[in-house]
């Protein structure tokens, strides 16, 4: 069958190609150990997850690439252990956050840029161990800095 060219071990599955130990899963490619996933290519181990590109340990979950250690989230890019979170672009250890770029160590913020170790906080840019915070550039503990001394 040319639906599955160069495979293994796959269970009710279609269109799979170059790849390994695929279970109930749909357009997957140079893949290996992916079950019940939809549109994977380059990636290992995913469980319940659709569009995935470049990317490992991912479960349920969907627009995935270039990603690693993902769970319950969406629309995640250059990312790794990334936890039921939106829209997360070249940052790590994100928990419960929405719209993060380029930061970390981040729980249950959104719209937050170049920051680190904040929780519970909103529309941040370069800030640092900050703690419901909203609305702030250059904070550390939540106190103002001199964008040159941050």
């Known amino acids: ?61 969907q627009f995935v690439h270039d990603s690693k250690k993902v769970l319950g989230a ?22 419960g956050c929405t719209d993060i770029f380029s930061s970390s160590e981040l729980r249950f913020c959104e719209s937050i840029t170049a920051s680190s170790f904040c929780v519970d906080s909103k529309n941040l840019k370069s800030c640092l161990f900050c703690y419901e915070l909203e609305n702030k550039e250059y904070h550390v503990f939540n106190k103002p800095v001199d964008k040159e001394r941050f």
């Open 1 to 61: 069958m040319s639906d599955f060219v160069g495979c293994s071990n796959y269970y009710n599955c279609q269109n799979i190609q170059d790849s390994q130990y695929i279970v109930n899963s749909n357009g997957v490619d140079f893949s290996s150990f992916v079950h019940n996933s939809t549109d994977i290519s380059h990636s290992t181990d995913v469980y319940k997850s659709d569009d995935v590109t470049n990317s490992s340990q991912i479960f349920e979950s």
């Open 74 to 95: 969406t629309s995640v890019e250059s990312s790794h252990n990334i936890l039921i979170s939106k829209s997360i672009y070249n940052s790590c250890n994100i928990y």
